[in-house]
């Protein structure tokens, strides 16, 4: 889908979407309470939501939609699934997914979309050698086979938190209590933060023993909840990044207490307005993009850890790049370092590529609001945000989707 954006300033007010990264963790808890129905209120059916609930299904988990709410009956996990987990694009539904799907001695097919089974999934590889388990990832499926048992796992703190929070789902159900003991400097702990609480609001419990060591008792059980699910922080930043670029839009619907680390994107966006600050991305990756295009159109700045940026839907500094030199600015981008030079932006003279990336076109379509343009890929967005466009025109922007150039 292509999408041309009229340049004009946004004014209104728009509500936050709900949190995609809250959404998946409290309907996998969900889906985890055996026999029993849980109600996870405010779901919006973005397409990596939408692959948990495929993955829940696989699982014989019922999943009813009532509005903008899910009633999830959770199913013995323990059988496996009853065919193969599909989990379009999303990096999290699969790294959560996998430890569940271990629970059983029965084998288990995961498949994906886009660049999924091209990410790096050897943590999850490595340990399932180590434990006698079976492993096999090509580049159209990911194939594993246990039983997991309980023990202590060491994992590196460099690598994704998603493969943490996956075994913290499924470590409480096991007869015996397991220990993740993580190698330090652990990257994005907020996120290990956010399982947390949703493991404690189904009532399962872990607790940090001291730094990088998990302790989860095992032998627990999930109970059903009512729970709503909070704004996402992380893609509220494309609306409060609107701000900073001249726009005056209120945003609602976001927690200043939430566990999501991404809520420090406020302090961010008025360093970048107010100077050329460094950032470190380690605990906040998906503000990368927004970032970035908020600091060309200021005054530039130096961001730090941003290795893993080029390990998601694309490699996002290298693409951030590519189309930030359309609007004639400069990026350099280095193995853990991005650093982005301020320069007068102008309208871009192609077509800008989204990269199949929903976080690089939200990032574009903030510059794009500057100097009008088009964008392809435009439809990424679905991933994480949909219903973006029509927010777009409520807040007065002009925009018109077309599914071929007219």
């Not at 089974?117 to 180590?130: A, F, I, K, S």
Request: glycine letters at 10%; one cysteine or more; aromatic letters at 6%.
């Amino acid at each position: 889908m292509i999408a041309r954006v009229a340049p004009g300033v946004p004014k209104g007010t728009a509500a936050a979407p709900p949190s995609k990264s809250m959404a998946h963790r409290l309907l996998l808890c969900a889906g985890l309470c055996q026999g029993e129905t849980s109600r996870i209120r405010n779901v919006a059916p973005s397409q990596d939501v939408l692959a948990t609930i495929d993955c829940l299904q696989a699982f014989t988990c019922g999943v009813e939609w009532e509005g903008q709410d899910l009633l999830v009956t959770g199913a013995d996990v323990f059988r496996g699934p009853d065919g193969p987990l599909v989990c379009r694009e999303s990096g999290s539904t699969l790294r959560f997914f996998l430890p569940i799907a271990l629970l059983s001695g029965k084998l288990a097919r995961f498949t994906g979309w886009g660049r999924l089974m091209e990410r790096p999934q050897e943590v999850y590889g490595d340990l399932c050698r180590e434990r006698g388990m079976f492993f096999h990832q090509d580049e159209q499926s990911l194939t594993v086979m246990g039983p997991l048992q309980a023990g202590d796992f060491h994992l590196t703190g460099a690598v994704s938190s998603q493969f943490i929070s996956g075994l913290l789902f499924a470590l409480p159900l096991l007869g015996g209590n397991s220990h993740i003991l993580i190698q330090p400097p652990l990257e994005s702990r907020p996120y290990v933060d956010l399982t947390q609480s949703a493991l404690e609001t189904f009532g399962v419990h872990t607790a940090w023993a001291g730094e990088g060591f998990l302790s989860v008792p095992g032998g627990q059980s999930y109970a059903p909840r009512d729970v709503a699910v909070e704004g996402d922080w992380s893609n509220g930043a494309f609306l409060l990044a609107m701000n900073a670029l001249g726009g005056q839009v209120e945003v609602t619907g976001l927690r200043p207490d939430s566990s999501q680390g991404d809520r420090e994107v406020t302090e961010h966006l008025e360093a970048l307005v107010q100077g050329r600050p460094t950032i470190d991305l380690r605990d906040c990756p998906d503000l990368g993009p927004v970032l970035m295009a908020v600091a060309a159109a200021c005054n530039g700045a130096e961001f730090t850890g941003t290795r893993r940026l080029a390990m998601k839907e694309s490699d996002r500094g290298a693409a951030m790049a590519a189309e930030l030199s359309a609007f004639g600015a400069h990026v350099t981008v280095e193995e853990d370092r991005i650093t982005v030079d301020a320069a007068p932006l102008h309208a871009p003279d192609r077509p800008l590529c989204g990269h199949n990336d929903h976080r690089v076109v939200m990032a574009l379509l903030l510059l794009l609001m500057r100097t009008g343009g088009e964008i392809e890929d435009a439809q990424a967005v679905d991933k994480s945000y949909p219903g973006l466009y029509e927010q777009l025109k409520d807040l007065g922007i002009e925009v018109t989707c077309y599914d071929d150039r007219p």
